[in-house]
């Protein structure tokens, strides 16, 4: 009698296990799309193209950004309202979240991966948590000399396993050095400008450069060379011109580096600057559709994708790098919010927000080749951001 | 009196409503937050707002706060439209 339970029940294990274990796969065409209202991510694949599934309750993701985990399969997703969310690709699942402050701004992870560093708003600072498990291991208040607490923008991980950042309100810069990570060593750099409000560090690890909104001029720090201390560079790029009223603040992260020649969006300007990175000086002005959100470079560098603040938002427009000149102009729908390349760059995802859509764009021909429902989408993040440093 | 009443002909279309409060999740809730509790931009809550005057308020929505990144948002909005998206504000999005 027992026997013949016995086997039956043994089929039905086996049978059940093969419907647990889903084919393998990894994670190099991954990636996360925020839908910002509803505080939920759709994960996508740019192989065929698809959405694999939506993980909900993330919380107020307006202004959210991802980094990824070195083996590109965790996702951390930084919310507005300081939620720090740990996701699993491939399981589909929350596996942590912790509300970390009461406002944040966006995230970095370490050369090694095995920190996660958080930029606050509320409060002002930085906290660095084990990416593994998402304990705390060590908070950086950003007080100034008066006792007064910034805004922390423009976190990025440097070579070093070091972070650096910058104080809002009070104009600095501070790297912070996280090889003992429950004492990071902190070197202040201080009066680098009025308001720097975001910032970005090139792809190489060398040069953090930091955007100022209360004047024209940019604070760049040489990390090969730190104690050189924070030069300003491209001062006054703007003098005498009245400056337009600014309806979304630029974003520095996507800054095109293309090889000797850095590609940046011109505050409260209809222009994308072109500055040469041996000596830091402008060497062109490109005229653009409206006030440029994010500039980005196209893996090869050959093509810069540019989008626009509010009311410019429905257009994106492509500049060829060697003439500096706009080749396309494409209308993808109102409120186009973040755009991402493929790795090796043949297509680019826009994503447009008032139509609840993903674009997917051949860079080549500049055909929409499709699309994908997306409720209010913002950022567009693929895993091989996992192994670029300050993304 | 908390609230500045609207007379009836001064509120906008519900059409318009649709747009305005679309513009405010999303526009001005890039800098205000989408629950608009606060980012780069000060909360917007009822709660933060309550102390405020609704005049000074709709003076900031529609010609900026200087020394600030708060911008005049006159070009694209009607005095009637401002006061409406003050009320709208205070009393809390729907």
Known sequence: MHKLTAIPFFLLLMFLQGCASTPLRGTGDLGVVIERAVGSIQVVETTGQTRLG?????????????NYSRDERYAYIFGRDGGLTKVDLLEMRIVKR????GNSIGGAISQDGKLVAVANYTPGGVKIFDAATLELVADIPALDDNGKLSKVIGLVDAPGNRFVFSLFEAGEIWLADLRVPTQPALTKFKNVGKEPYDAMITADGRYYLAGLFGEDGLALLDLWNPQVGVKRVLNGYGKGEQKLPVYKMPHLEGWAATGNELLVPAVGRHEVLVVDQGNWKEVGRISVYGQPVFVVAR????????????????????????SRTIVKTLQPGKGVLHLEFTPRGEQV???????????????????????????????????PRAHRTGL | MVFPSLAFADLPSSARQTELLNLVRQDCGSCHGLRLEGGLGLPLTPVALKEKSPEALKQTILYGRGGTPMPPWNPFLTDAEAAWIVDTLMKGLP
């Open chain 1, 54 to 66: 939506q993980i909900t309750g993330l919380g107020d993701l307006s202004h959210a950004s991802v």
């Open chain 1, 349 to 383: 995802w826009i994503s447009v927000r008032d139509e609840d859509r993903v674009k997917i764009y051949d860079t080549e021909t500049f055909e929409k080749i499709g699309e994908l429902p997306v409720d209010k989408p913002s950022g567009i993040f693929f895993t």
């Open chain 1, 299 to 322: 893996p090869d560098n050959r093509q810069v994708w540019v989008n626009y603040a509010f009311p410019h938002n429905e257009v994106v427009q492509v500049i060829d790098v060697p």
């Open chain 1, 98 to 101: 912790v509300m970390q402050s």
